[in-house]
């Protein structure tokens, strides 16, 4: 079955931290790039990190030196670790390959951050 879900999302205060997971079914995980993505209200979704299949990184501006993307092949999962959250991070974040194909995309996982 193909699927994509993500957790760990929350309410957090600015600057505090947290650890997004997605687990994928249904794909060749190990030779995929995965990429994190976020949507904002209102607003397209945007890409906010990638990882290759060998484990080259790459971000966006916007949270470069803040947010890590990892993975884990043999629990087919990708990882983003958020620190020094601010206000404009908050959204809802999805997980997918950085490359078409793309999986159907899952629910994702709402990060607020407010005081």
């Known amino acids: 079955q193909v699927q994509l879900v993500e957790s760990g999302g929350g309410l957090v205060q600015p600057g505090g931290s947290l650890r997004l997971s997605c687990v994928a079914s249904?794909?060749?995980?190990?030779?995929?790039?995965m990429a994190w993505y976020r949507q904002a209200p209102g607003k397209q979704r945007e890409l906010v990190a990638t990882i290759s299949s060998a484990g080259s990184t790459m971000y966006a501006e916007s949270v470069k030196g803040r947010f890590t993307i990892s993975r884990d092949n043999a629990k087919h999962t990708v990882y983003l670790q958020m620190n020094s959250l601010k206000p404009e991070d908050t959204a809802v974040y999805y997980c997918?390959?950085?490359?078409?194909?793309?999986?159907?995309w899952g629910q994702g996982t709402q990060v607020t951050v407010s005081s």
């Open positions: 997918n390959h950085r490359n078409s194909p793309q999986l159907p």
């Open positions: 249904g794909t060749v995980f190990s030779i995929r790039a």
